[in-house]
């Protein structure tokens, strides 16, 4: 694989200031976690936008959340047709291998994956619209979404599609056999929120009403 | 969606806590972020592994990063054909949209994914040979790498197999024309890593010789 | 303008092998950098001192940074009267055009423009006095400061003036209708710092205390 | 002043890495800085862009460049009317207390302040024109530069300009006395480069061809 390069320099920096400072006070812990192994109450499914820190806004360190990180953070529903499934692999791991009790999915203000998903619905993103579109073709997970939007101008409908997409991932987990029973027997809760970048703003789905609240 | 629940107290918490605190400090940050969009400098693939912190390894705030989390942080070859691509969408979209300049893999120590593809090819795991073992046909993106190790004990193939697997995941992203063309055009640079999670170590993959070695 | 001469052979040298190296391994950084324009986070305030290297002490790269320079880190007060205010300028591009969420003044032990003014309020440096002296006039903007100064020998005065003339920065800075605004929405953040050169230590201005810590 | 707030965690673990790596392994070059104070051999006047960091273009370490920084590296003429002289106050401490050999101009591509000029003098930025703005009252400095460009689109006279403010700081240099008997006795040599962000270019001012050439 001769493509590979060096490391660039800051970061290698950055790398050695770390291991000087943050792993040299917390080297008991990291050597526990590689002996004992990882035991995470809970898996979060998150954006891989660079905006949106999990471990930030909840304070979490090193162990406590299995996270799977992908465009939109969508769930497929259950499939076994077809190849690679990297999301439901995930799923399947922290749920049967890891048996986390919370599964969280964590949508987010300024999504460009929602963003495009609507732009392609709408019709003004024709060449998503290609079966090349790696990024099309994932975005279809959030088509049903798009149809069972309200009237509005397009950005509070855009909003309204970013908080659908984690509905409909929480539809689409249920689909899985092994995450419905654990769900039934009480051993796993699913949970659905929404972040606002800029306002720091939290909010949570809420089956009763349908609606997502401020936590 | 009538299964999801309220989030658990001590998130409830900490999220409060976080807003008063972090969010408040660096809230000017967080508002140009939201309104000015994300200009991430690099994309890493790394594990869902909880005990993985790509931002605290490398001292990075957010803004910095576009993060994909999968299981062993692999990379499947370019392939158009079946549905959802979730990995290829998110590598798409880094390449495409955001235009990162590095794109970097980053493997791991203890990895229960590369562990698993290891004990399946040896004959140790039937239940993930299953058509419908969603993590086993993850992990059939890495059987090549398995193919490959040298002689040694297993705890020894394993952790070949976990360096081979970076390795692979480099070979796979160059089959994307679109990874392979901002590559040879020098917009894109490939880095390999492997960390320790308990020593705290770090290596790079060096193209010249084809082992990893310490940064 | 005929007075320009080459520059020296051992820059030259300097610059071909940064190209070579440096720039060959960031390249798709830096053309981002060119296309996509620059996104800093913080604005710096440091001085011209050339062992002041503010981009080392944070681990910061390009784009991260807009760093104004000029003797003994000062921002004068707000006046539009008179002609070409460099810093002002500086300050008013980062916080209106590049909206920086974070403007750091970065005081330094030993500093010559500090010690000058220090001198030249004790009577010790009458050339400081005269109307044609630039480094005299650029610190009256300090004169305030000594004013303050407590009792103590020359040396501990001398340190008191160059946290003093963080201080008085940060005050002036509020005098900016501009940066008033940003600082008062919330958009903008103010800090303090003071940097031993010899000890490598960075205290923070506590404004509950009045103080400098250690950070 | 009781607006200062507390340095943004990641700056913090940052400079803790730093503390415990960059600055450790340099220690004693930092006291010695420290107790014999600065020798700088050159000064360097370059943009305060965050994209432009001449320490790593030169392969500088500390204490080898004494370096201002503002909008456009310009030098204005000398004037000792008016009241605070940042660029005019830099120049003379390092001409006459440091007595730096070198005093190097370094203009770059795709400057917001050139960029701004540029605007301003074709009528196309009104708001520049005002009294009370920083930025357009310190590039008026560069006005005479924008009366000497030659015929072109908009984008090849922005960049003849970039040179033009070099060239312009240079000629302004030549009007402080302490500069002009400085150069003119031999113990000062003046250069003007142009830098290119993207390509990682530089260029020199050649003073008897009158135009830029790669070094």
Not at 25 to 37: P, R, S, T, V
Not at 91 to 103: D, I
Not at 123 to 128: F, R, T, V, W
Request: proline fraction near 5%.
């Amino acid at each position: 694989m001769e493509h590979a390069r060096p490391l660039p320099d800051y970061l290698v920096r950055r790398y050695h200031g770390w291991k000087a400072t943050g792993y040299e006070k917390n080297k008991g812990w990291y050597l526990q976690l590689a002996e004992d192994g990882q035991h995470p109450r809970a898996m979060v499914v998150s954006c891989c936008d660079s905006r949106v820190h999990v471990t930030s806004i909840f304070g979490a360190d090193q162990g406590e959340f299995f996270i799977h990180r992908n465009i939109a953070n969508l769930i497929p529903p259950a499939e076994t047709g077809g190849n690679h499934h990297g999301t439901s692999a995930a799923v399947e791991y922290a749920v049967t291998a890891l048996k986390v009790s919370h599964l969280i999915v964590l949508g987010h203000s300024s999504c460009g994956g929602v963003k495009g998903c609507y732009d392609m619905c709408s019709g003004n993103a024709p060449e998503l619209e290609s079966k090349d579109s790696y990024v099309g073709r994932w975005m279809d997970i959030l088509r049903p979404g798009f149809e069972k939007l309200g009237e509005g101008d397009d950005e509070s409908r855009v909003r309204q599609l970013e908080r659908e997409c984690v509905v409909i991932s929480l539809e689409n987990l249920m689909t899985f056999p092994h995450v419905k029973s654990a769900v039934e027997a009480g051993r796993l809760s699913l949970h659905g929120l929404w972040h606002d970048i800029g306002a720091g703003d939290l909010e949570a789905y809420d089956p009763a009403s349908g609606a997502f609240r401020p936590v």
